[in-house]
């Protein structure tokens, strides 16, 4: 329902509605699924390789005779967090981008260490919690250039 029509003198172009997931869009999504699965892919790999060396034990995971990580993380938060930080960085420039990694690397340090204290993960006496100071920045980062080299793939760039 058109409220206001434009004026035939009008010089400048009549909006219209286009949808959303269009063209750019579709692609753009692309990248996004492809990069969530990417990260949920590291991730668990990732998880096989840490707990399998004993440097950490998920305590209090689902279906624990048949998984040694928790799968909810690698299949729920990991792409969430996954979707969230690489449309952050997406947006922002180089120092924020900077910032916002060091920030993220802040935080889950001391995720973990509240997450230890809860009884959700058990940390051997080798883990220190610099490495995830270092570690999801690292992760998050690699996880963005995957995502824009989907973008460049796809010519959204």
Known sequence: MNIARQSKSSSSPSSQK??????????SLHSYWMSMLFASWLATYL??????????TFQARPLTNIFSIDIRFTLIGIPVMTLFCVTALSWMNLLQRTLFLILIGLAMMLFEKISGR??????????????????????????????????SARGNI
């Open 18 to 27: 286009r949808p959303f997931f269009s063209g750019r869009n579709k692609a």
């Open 47 to 56: 998880e096989l390789i840490l707990t399998g060396t004993q440097l950490y």
């Open 118 to 151: 809860l009884g959700w993960i058990g940390y051997s006496d080798q883990w220190q919690h610099m490495y995830s100071f270092l570690g999801y920045p690292a992760f998050i980062l690699v996880v963005f250039f995957f995502f824009t080299w989907c973008e």
